[in-house]
């Protein structure tokens, strides 16, 4: 069955960095665009960056410039490298994919704080 697996969250200062994985199963995954996704506390959750299957990425503009997405096809993985987090960064993290996403993973939590 598909399941996604996020890993590496905690806390962390502002102005630190956080690298997450994610490890995807149950489909073809080197044809699939991935994406991470964020829920911060209270509010909904929301795509924040996207790469398709070749690589081609996609930054919503709250971490563009921040965050960089990457994927290894051949370890069925997709990455989230974190630098100069915010406390508003401070967030549940999901992995899905960018299209129809739904198998919702566990999540990971990254807080931002002092």
Same mark, same amino acid.
């Given at each position: 069955q598909v399941q996604?697996?996020?890993a590496g969250g905690g806390l962390v200062?502002?102005?630190g960095s956080l690298g =997450?994985?994610?490890a995807a199963s149950g489909f073809v995954f080197s044809?699939?665009?991935? *994406?991470?996704?964020?829920q911060?506390?209270?509010?909904e959750r929301e795509l924040i960056a996207d790469i398709s299957n070749i690589g081609s990425t996609n930054y919503h503009d709250s971490v563009k410039g921040r965050f960089t997405i990457s994927r290894v096809n *051949?370890?069925?993985?997709?990455? =989230?490298?974190?630098?100069s987090l915010k406390p508003e960064d401070t967030a549940v993290y999901y992995c899905n994919w960018r299209n129809s996403a739904k198998y919702w993973g566990q999540g990971t939590q990254v807080?931002?704080?002092s």
């Open positions: 996604f697996v996020e200062q502002p102005g =997450l994985s994610c044809t699939v665009p991935m *994406a991470w996704y964020r911060p506390p209270g509010k *051949a370890k069925k993985t997709v990455y =989230l490298q974190m630098n807080t931002v704080s």
